[in-house]
């Protein structure tokens, strides 16, 4: 039974929408994961002698056990946001011949499997290894070592999907829980016990005794039973299996109406936006990009290379233009037949859609004004760079969104998620930053740091004045290619 | 009046609709009924220009439908699901549709109003998105918000399915007057013979993309229906009042 479920699992990874069909991504996946594996692989050797020249007067493993509570809090908080248990998962499973208590096993066992649990498992055995290998620990105390760290990372992954589903109830039944760990905070925090000292202790008696690796396996075994029966009580559809519904509050950006026919796609882009999980995100990172700059213009090794503050420029009041601009109109792609079947001229669709990430450019070009501080020369790039965007960049970004087959679900995470990605995204990238980059780098080279942004800025202003003949040019090449969209978001797979 | 001409669509050498020609004149309930792969959503997509022809042509009032995106102010839709914006609550959907048919909100509130007992208090107020309604809720946002403004033309693909029977028999009412006091042209497509014959005056039997009956709806028209469907030889003597039917229609609608 439990191979058949396993064999589900393998498919719903193998065949799910994030993971692509490509060969592209799969690989471009199959990188990223080793990149972050051999990074903590790395922090994992590395660590002993980095502790050794931090603190060359204490035993490095006994410092490290002063920190694992403080590290097992963030941990926590980490796991809080980022994981969750994919309950919903097993609907299709509550019809069939298996009994509820091994489905619930089922799935807790797998979330051991995550990401987030192997990620420790590479900075612990191997900094147990370096330990027993180059001090007097022997090897069994390292394993009983490693063994208590593990179970109480896995104890806190259950202790994570235990607060979520009680959190999710019942705010009151967890106060208790939040006092207990806001005082323990507090009392590290103002120095008054040091909590993270004195649960290190018992870490240190687990070098000296290892059969005390028994602890944390029971306290792990703990919250494993409680979890099994607090999930196995809420396995019904009414109950822990339902997805969550929101009240609605219906807003609708009269402020918009001012901009005339455009008014109605534009109430209706920034619904999508703040009401799907993907674009809102694609909102929030956008400002959180803003402060990408500080790394260019706070640097002094950028100092001699401007070709890196001009693409900081096209980045920072761009950000938003490439984010959301790279998957026009993929964001409509469940109802794209609906948007072309109903009463819209094509052109007018596009124009709305540009006019969006147009506003983006201006409005992000306003936050960034506090980089004055740094000098009117920066203003005057990241206003320049602007000016490319808005006339080159836009209209470049509307026409090779109409190579867009692929659907994107609205719901989803963008972290980690490729959904929707295909060669055209790849692709765009290079005119996108390349060419204004070299254009600069070319006239910078050739006469002067004011010329190459002259240039940069005029190319925008012919862009801006043309705007009307480029959308005309990037309308039919929507229509050339409008059935092909239709058919390519209708594929829900991929 | 809605002709289709020399209409064909092939996929992998599969072809998947084939009609020589077909004329549904202004005002006609038209019926579209063949099992499951016969070609009738994509007839019906074709219709809307969002599946290309592979050879062919579809003209909506005389204008040629995948040439100019005209015939867009005066049809409307409902296929799916995915011709809604599950983002949005109910009213706003409507209104966003509304607004690209030229109603105010006043218009549609007035509008919507007409369809309170078809509504039966599940959908208006209900502060809900449109993703999270049951999918027969869905299906009646839909097909209401496909008669907003007035449309000559309106294509409902499977209305009645998912319906709960109070709504279906409403249903019924509203396609039925929808020609004979506005005179548009309702074309309807169905898995339930009982109500297409009930609510349609023309019925067109679709079976591997070619249209294998034309029948001017009659009292003997379900009866030929389910003995077509149920596979049984058809007697002579429907066989004959069918051929009839399909001339009558044709004297009646000359080109």
Redesign the interface.
Known sequence: MVGKLLSLEWKSFTRSASFGKSLGLKIFMIFLAVYFAVMFLFVGIGLYPILKEIYPDNDPILKLNEFILGWLAFELIFRFFMQSLPVVQIRPLLLQNIKKKKVVNFVLLKSLFSFYNILPLLIYVPFAVVIALKTDYTAVSMIGWAISVLFLSFSINFFNFLIKKKFAEDLKSFFPAIIVILVLAGLEYFEIVPVSEKFGVFLNYVLEMPYLAILPIILCLVFFVWVRNTLKKKFYLDAGLKTK?K????QDFEWLKRFGDLA?FL??DM??IW??KRPKTTVYMSIIFLLYGLMFFTNSVYEGMPVMFVFAGIFISGIFMINFGQFVPSWDA?????M???????RKYLASKAALISFSIIILTILSTPYAYFGWNVLLIIFTCALYNLGINVPLLMFTGSFNKKRID?EKSPFMNYQGTGAAQWLVAIPLLAVPLGIFYLFYKLFSFNIGLLVIGILGVIGILLRNYLMDKITIQYKKN??AM?HGY?QTGD | MITATNLSKVYNGTKVLDIDHLEIPQGQNFGLVGNNGAGKTTFF?ML?????PTSGNIFNQDITVNES?DW??F?A?F?DE????????A??YFY??G???NQNRADIDTFLAQFEEFFNGEIIGR???LR?LSKGNQKKVGIVAALIGEPKVVILDEPFANLDPTTQIRLKKIIKDLSKISGTTVLVSSHDLIHVTEVCERIVVLDKGVIVRDIKTSEATLKELETYFSGEQIPEDFKETTEVTTEAEKADNPE
């Open positions: 519904q009240e609605v509050k219906s109605t109430q209706l619904k999508l009401r799907n469940a109802y794209y037949q609906m072309m079947s109903q009463n819209i001229p094509m609205l409008k059935y239709i209708k | 997509s809307l220009d969002l599946i290309r995106e867009k102010t049809t839709s296929i995915s011709f809604l914006i599950g983002y949005l609550t009213e706003e966003f549709v607004e690209l048919r502060k809900k998105y999270d």
